[in-house]
């Protein structure tokens, strides 16, 4: 790999060399990764198609999760097909600038993620505690501005990322095994103290993942308490349904995250880095897999549409 003249200068490529110690494997592994990416891929375009051109389902349930698919598409699309071209061919090798890119848009992307999940929680939050206002509360001008605001939020705190990488000295390194560019990564190669870049990037984790997790499960508490205070079983069966998938979804999303986010800042020696590689290849596909499978299963009125969709001459009650 070219690396510029000076020692110290910013490497003009990277090379991204997978999953230490599984080269042997690498085929074998592609098979379900590619497999859950075409699942993925499947999965949330039809989640989008349906909700789009259904007028029936814009309402802002249906739409944060419309956001949601959005954002599970543009994660694993930022990270596996590059992922795959390292497992298939080899071909490792990514520009400064174009890792920096796919770093900048993996962690505004699952800061944005985040951010959905959490508004998505205001939804249910408002729809059972408050539904007689869930339609003025949450009108369509509203969920633009929380994704606007989620959107802001992310590009806002993940930006000094960039900034934070190119004022470090790397003195030639430009092997880094993963497969696919991360904050932490990158800044491991540098040859100079990176304190400032765990300190920013554990406080980014704390606004983001941390205090979004937070503010989910005060709301889920609140949530659960009027659920059980509901008079009708089938009203509260209802209720809990819909929130049991919510909460599902969280989960999928939160535990392989801050399972990768604390062995990588916290567990480095006691975790062997090509588990905590592989699990960082599992928390950028499996939320995109599970979300729509979940969604799919569980909402009846999804599973209607998609049903039509698939057999327009028919009608399913």
Excluded at 58 to 78: R, V
Excluded at 106 to 135: G, K, Q
Excluded at 168 to 188: S, V
């Amino acid at each position: 790999m070219s690396v510029s003249n000076s020692s110290n200068s910013l490497p003009t490529t990277i090379f991204l060399t997978g999953i230490p110690g599984l080269e042997h494997a690498y085929m074998w592994i592609s098979i379900p990764f590619c497999a859950m990416y075409m699942v993925a891929l499947t999965g949330n375009l039809i989640l989008i198609l349906v909700i789009s051109i259904d007028h029936s389902l814009h309402s802002p349930m249906y739409l944060f999760l419309c956001l949601l698919s959005f954002t599970d598409l543009a994660l694993s699309s930022t990270t596996v097909p590059k992922m795959l071209a390292i497992l298939w061919l080899h071909a490792g090798q990514i520009t400064f600038g174009g890792c920096l890119a796919q770093m900048f848009f993996v962690h505004s992307i699952f800061a944005l993620e985040s951010s959905v999940l959490l508004a998505m929680a205001f939804d249910r939050y408002v729809a059972i505690c408050n539904p007689l206002r869930y339609t003025t509360i949450l009108n369509h001008g509203v969920i633009v501005k929380i994704a606007l605001a989620g959107l802001i939020r992310s590009v806002t705190i993940v930006s000094p990322f960039i900034f934070l990488l190119q004022r470090l000295p790397y003195c030639g390194h430009h092997i880094m095994a993963h497969t696919y560019c991360e904050h932490m990564g990158i800044a491991r190669l540098a040859c100079a103290d990176i304190t400032v870049n765990i300190v920013y990037g554990l406080t980014v984790a704390l606004l983001a993942m941390g205090l979004d997790s937070m503010l989910i499960a005060i709301s889920y508490s609140v949530i659960l308490h009027a659920v059980f205070r509901l008079p009708s079983r089938e009203a509260r069966r209802k209720a809990l349904g819909t929130c049991g998938t919510h909460i599902g979804v969280i989960l999928v999303f939160y535990i392989p995250a801050f399972f990768s986010f604390l062995t990588h800042r916290f567990g480095r020696h006691r975790v062997p880095r090509h588990v905590h590689i592989f699990l960082a290849n599992l928390y950028v596909l499996v939320p995109p897999v599970l979300n729509p499978i979940i969604y799919g299963a569980k909402t009846k009125e999804i599973q209607r549409r998609i049903l039509r969709l698939m057999s327009p001459g028919q009608d399913f009650v």
